[in-house]
């Protein structure tokens, strides 16, 4: 055995050999999980969205009414600070009666002095919720509803006060201690809020009190939630519509594909077109696909088995007629020469039977083996090398050279260590008894990072480039002319392949690099 190794880089570095293969992308503009999502958010989306805004246009409500509390309780403080106690009475009656509020004024010690509802008719009079209708009722209900959602802050709740001194309201305490307006908000039983501003009038210690009840407040976030719910009804009438035309875009490819499905199961998948959408790249366009590309794999089996089969009966039907017609012959015949040739025949074609058996055997286990055996790391020069060496040992080469070249990077791939040697053994056999006799065999080992190539060339006659493909086909068996009938199965290069694509590899047939007669195996594998 000859060997020879070229450094990675060298003049002698072969270029380095891809390898090809359709990828589909799964991702899609618009997946189902993105149509799904947007659907079922959507509502909520608005619905989330509305309640917070509500709550944020109530709260700046609110707060404009506080100004306006506090203005209207400092211009009426100062109006009344110089008037007579006629005027100032005028004044309550004529504000409360405008604005629509309560006002009450307390002298220097803090007793009543004067009561705008008590000097003329209340302008406005608190709901009574004993009689109030359902409407109403689930009115405050989602007012209370909604403030739970959003976490509003909790207001206190309003308790008329009939008291005649001052100390009874904690806003009117703060206002004749600080001498500063104050503004507070309460909350009445019926939902609506409830103002109450307290300011000094004059120097001499004299407070005013107004109390408004703002149910302008909680109409206008009332009409607005009402907006807002037909709004919230809308989309989710969308939602719905659009769900159903989903629902509709997800079941019937999916009923398709279940029909075609079932008529394969039935035996009847010659008739049957699984649909592959081509027009839909979300996961039921990849799920048509993959079960188009199924089913065709699927035919492509059958038809492998029925082929096989029959070629197998072909290949037995053969030795066996000969066998037959040996046996029968043998009782027949007398002449012990005749006897001794019918008896070689027939040892022969036992011999062939068995041998076609275990090529048969072997051939179909393959995929099996595969998908259930631990891949191992394996470097291709040393399986070579030991190849090589087991063979000279055993007188295997028929006085042929095997010369071994290994180039590029070490040649370690994922595999089963004894299909790899199997392959190995066919090719060289092959190279055996094709070469002439005492011509060198080649085998290139080459590495280029990503592809691990292996090369056997021998110099026989070499192949014809129309039947390069032909010879990896079962049961096809050319022999030289001197090599006896019936010593190989045809099944060997076969197997070969069936062994390299099973490890993500390819072996192929072609003409000899360097343009010497001969043929070259090329087996490509990943490398690790």
């Not at 028929?398 to 004894?418: K, M, P, S, Y």
């Amino acid at each position: 055995m000859a060997e020879i190794a070229v450094p990675p880089g060298s003049a002698e570095d072969s270029p380095s050999v891809g390898r090809g293969g359709e990828r589909l992308s799964p991702v899609g503009r618009f997946s189902l999980t993105a149509r799904i999502l947007a659907v079922n958010i959507l509502p909520l989306t608005v619905l989330g969205g509305g309640l917070f805004y509500l709550d944020t246009y109530r709260t700046q409500l609110i707060n404009e009414r506080f100004k306006l509390a506090r203005i209207e309780a400092q211009i009426t403080a100062e109006a009344l600070a110089g008037a007579t106690r006629e005027r100032q009475e005028a004044l309550l009656v004529q504000i409360g009666k405008e604005q629509r509020m309560r006002l009450r004024m307390f002298d220097a010690e803090g007793r009543l002095w004067a009561d705008s509802f008590q000097l003329a008719e209340p302008s406005f009079t608190f709901d009574d919720i004993s009689d109030d209708t359902w409407d109403q009722q689930f009115a405050r209900w989602l007012d209370r509803t909604v403030d739970t959602i959003v976490s509003a802050e909790p207001v206190t709740d309003y308790v008329p006060r009939e008291a005649e001194t001052a100390d009874a309201w904690p806003e009117l305490v703060r206002a004749r201690e600080e001498r500063l307006s104050q503004v507070n908000l309460y909350d009445w039983r019926d939902g609506t809020p409830v103002i109450t501003a307290a300011a000094p009038v004059g120097l001499n210690g004299a407070t005013l009190l107004t109390v408004r009840n703002a149910v302008d407040i909680t109409a206008t976030v009332r009409s607005a939630r009402t907006t807002l719910v037909t709004s919230v009804l809308l989309v989710l009438f969308a939602s719905a519509m659009l769900s159903l035309y989903l629902a509709r875009t997800i079941v019937t490819p999916l009923r398709q594909l279940a029909t075609a499905a079932v008529k394969v199961r039935q035996g009847r998948e010659r008739e049957v077109e699984v649909p592959r959408l081509p027009e839909r790249s979300d996961e039921i366009g990849l799920l048509a696909r993959a079960v188009s590309d199924m089913t065709a794999a699927l035919r492509h089996r059958i038809d492998a088995v029925d082929s096989f089969a029959a070629d197998v009966a072909h290949e037995i039907k053969n030795p066996l007629a000969s066998l037959r017609s040996a046996v029968e012959s043998l009782p027949k015949v007398s002449d012990s020469d005749t006897r001794r040739e019918l008896e070689q025949i027939i040892t022969h074609d036992v011999r062939r039977i068995d041998r076609l058996v275990s090529e048969i055997s072997d051939a179909s286990r393959i995929d099996s083996e595969m998908s259930r055996a631990k891949l191992e790391r394996i470097d291709m020069a040393d399986l070579v090398r030991a190849i090589i060496g087991s063979r000279e040992h055993r007188a295997e080469n028929q006085d042929h050279r095997i010369e071994l070249v290994t180039r590029g990077f070490a040649a370690r791939v994922l595999g089963v260590g004894a299909r790899l040697e199997r392959v190995v053994e066919n090719l060289l056999d092959n190279a055996v008894s094709f070469s002439p006799p005492d011509a060198p065999i080649e085998v290139i080992i080459d590495n280029d990072g990503d592809c691990v190539t292996l090369m056997v060339c021998d110099s026989g006659p070499g192949i014809p480039e129309d039947s390069r493909e032909k010879v990896f086909q079962r049961f096809h068996s050319v022999r030289p002319d001197a090599e006896d009938f019936g010593n190989h199965s045809g099944l060997g290069l076969a197997i070969a392949r069936t062994i390299a694509e099973a490890h993500d590899g390819s072996l192929a047939a072609e003409a000899r690099p360097d343009g010497k007669p001969g043929a070259c195996m090329r087996l490509r594998l990943p490398a690790t």
